[in-house]
DNA sequence: GTCTATATTGAGATAGAC
DNA sequence: GTCTATCTCAATATAGAC
């Protein structure tokens, strides 16, 4: 019992390891060897308790889907307008850049390279279902007449993933404010930067 | 001449090829074989034209930088409203993306990995042109009290950056109406996607 | 200017001793 | 479970014949 759980904790601290290396340098570009010099062992050791380089991916990005998808799903709950929902989505995204740095940057960095390989396909279906949430939510909006009747919503999705998307490449919880980029997010998409007098 | 001329055609094609290529899978992922295999050569005869795969990659993005800025100068030019001048530059990129979407795709794909090297920090020199010149367009139109006083001009240029730099993910002239997603673009980022009456 | 052939390096992975 | 040693393969690049 005690033996199992020193196995696992190698695993994760090799995980945890290859993670922060994979999201700074990208998979490709991280060799085994740097992994093994980051936890003290060599490449070949690592060999041990992991199979391939891309098993560790798997690892890293096999349970984290379904943490990603509830935290969105957990957002769009019923409660509050269409702005407040969205809202909440925005946060949702800041909170998995906060608490999941590293899977968040590695799931964009690889999105159009690594991740476009068939046995990762589980990673688009994860945000295939974000994208729902988001289109659910914004079509109920219109439903509602909180938003324009003339937005098309997987449009505007794209839109707000793209921006979401960007996060990895420059959020630091140390210079940002994470509320006050929601609050400018929230802003721009739902009233926009024109001043009302010129529209 | 003729003969020079003819060099010159070679090496033309040499990069055109490799930049489909590039765009298409990553400058890493692309082989001096899979090149060599599009123009008819064998790998080691590239090595007559360029010194190295990589000089292949500053053949084609090396002027690409001038040729941009110019766009988005000419697009920020006195006349018109902020919008109709934000209009020009959001049209501005999308003729970029038409008339050359492979430097595009590339410019976009290598961005956080290759052209992190020091060798290719003119890159983010002509990125950081651009920015100056959508936060000038932006500022000017605070001035002019056509967008509001309290947006942030480097916050809002970055969601339109992160936005149009997804345009080479998803972008094809085949399907899309390039005129109608500039509209949306204005629409969503001038006016908010929110009904006034609920503001 | 292109080909044949090959040098060189780097990276993922394995075998077997400890 | 880790190390030593090494295999294997793929990729960039070079040398010299044609």
């Not at 994760?12 to 936890?39: C, K, N, P, S, W």
């Not at 509830?70 to 906060?98: H, I, M």
């Not at 999941?100 to 688009?124: G, K, V």
């Not at 505007?156 to 997010?185: I, K, L, N």
Request: aromatic letters at 10%; hydrophobic letters at 40%; one cysteine or more.
């Amino acid at each position: 019992m005690a033996k199992r759980k020193k196995t696992d904790d190698r695993r994760r601290q090799i995980a945890a390891a290859a993670g922060a290396l994979f999201a700074e340098q990208g998979v490709r570009a991280t060799t085994v060897r740097d992994i093994g010099d980051r936890v003290g062992l060599l490449s070949g050791s690592l060999y041990h308790h992991y199979k391939t380089k891309i098993d560790i991916v798997h690892e890293i990005m096999g349970d984290y889907g379904e943490d990603l998808v509830a935290r969105y799903d957990r957002a769009a709950l019923p409660g509050g307008t269409s702005v407040e929902k969205l809202r909440r989505l925005f946060q949702a995204c800041f909170e998995a850049n906060l608490e999941h740095p590293d899977e968040e940057a590695i799931l964009i960095r690889e999105l159009d390279s690594l991740f476009r390989e068939p046995e990762f396909a589980y990673i688009h279906e994860t945000l295939s279902r974000i994208e729902d949430i988001f289109v659910g939510v914004i079509e109920e909006g219109i439903r509602r007449r909180e938003l324009r009747a003339d937005v098309d919503a997987r449009f505007v999705y794209r839109m707000m993933m793209d921006v979401m998307g960007a996060v990895p490449r420059w959020f630091d919880a140390r210079t940002h404010d994470e509320s006050e980029v929601v609050d400018q997010w929230i802003e721009t998409f739902f009233h926009g930067i024109g001043l009302e007098n010129e529209a």
